[in-house]
């Protein structure tokens, strides 16, 4: 991607008020992003409201700029780091499945991984023994049968699955990274994804590093399954919202008497699948095959 359209494609994605169903009007009438910033101010209106047409018309602000260049000069330090963007002929389909999905990622390593089904392991950060043990005996048999994960590395459940494929099967793993400010544990990540895997991390991720991280691990998942939270874990609004965009859940039953179980209960009450091994997991997988 020449320098030029990877400015405007930073620029689009992080201007505020300009979400994907809007940059892909924008992008219809005008072409690529450099078009849409070079219009006069009365080409814009048509399509946007006046004040953000002036936003896009004029030139991006100090944050903005500081922005986009924090992310080039990534880049260019890392090779193997480039944009994903909806003109890329591996764009994925499965982002255009769910509303408001990401207009840029970064992105480094095999983006054919995003064209198989996925599954993600998600739970408490402070997990049980058995919760711990459930996560890295499942993910290491599912990633041994060639199934591609799209993990974050939170601690809990999300890290133990982690290790695990990447112990059995690293070339099936897909790694979310939360923030491009933590740059020391992203270039960790960058050593691993250099030969196999790949590692998305989002653009928007500098002022709520969660949220972003959470929009985009829905976006590249189909299948969550739930492996111990309590009734107050954050985990239940992110797989909640991956259900309302059609996206699989399914979740661990555990103790009546165990805090850890409540979630996952509640899940299934609300209509997530009760899962008990993976022979009950793999063949969901295998019907978005």
């Known amino acids: 991607m020449f320098v030029e359209n990877q400015n405007a494609w930073l620029r689009l994605a992080l201007t505020p008020g300009v979400d994907f ?3 892909f009007r924008l992008l219809k009438v005008f072409g690529l992003p450099e078009n849409i910033f070079s219009q006069r101010l009365s080409n814009l209106l048509p399509y946007v409201p006046q004040k953000l047409a002036l936003i896009i018309h004029n030139e991006p602000s100090e944050e903005i700029a500081e922005k986009v260049q924090k992310i080039e000069q990534l880049i260019e330090k890392y090779p193997t780091v480039r944009l994903l963007v909806p003109s890329n002929q591996d764009f994925p389909s499965k982002f255009l499945s769910i509303p408001r999905p990401p207009l840029v990622t970064l992105c480094s390593g095999n ?24 996560a890295r005996s499942w993910a290491k048999a599912l990633a041994k049968k060639n199934s591609v994960f799209v993990q974050g590395d939170s601690i809990g459940i999300e890290r133990e699955t982690l290790k695990a494929v990447r112990q059995s099967n690293p ?25 196999e895997g790949l590692l998305l991390c989002p653009l928007d991720g500098f002022d709520q590093p969660w949220q972003s991280r959470q929009k985009l691990l829905i976006a590249a998942t189909n299948h969550f399954v739930v492996i111990e939270a309590s009734i107050r874990s954050r985990i239940l609004s992110v797989v909640r919202e ?12 555990g103790s009546i008497y165990s805090p850890l179980s409540k979630g996952c209960h509640k899940l299934i009450r609300e ?3 009760l899962v008990e091994s993976i022979d009950e997991i ?8």
Request: proline share 5%; charged share 25%.
């Open 171 to 195: 070339s099936s793993l897909i790694i979310v990274s939360r923030s491009l400010l933590d740059e020391e544990n992203f270039e960790a990540k960058l050593r691993f994804t250099a030969e």
């Open 242 to 253: 991956a259900a309302d965009v059609g996206r699989n859940v399914m979740a661990v039953p």
């Open 21 to 23: 169903e809007l940059s």
């Open 111 to 134: 983006t054919a991984l995003l064209k198989c089904p996925t599954v993600s392991f998600l739970g408490s950060t402070h997990p049980t023994e058995e919760g711990v043990q459930i």
């Open 271 to 273: 209509g997530a699948k």
């Open 282 to 289: 793999e063949p969901e997988i295998k019907k978005s095959c």
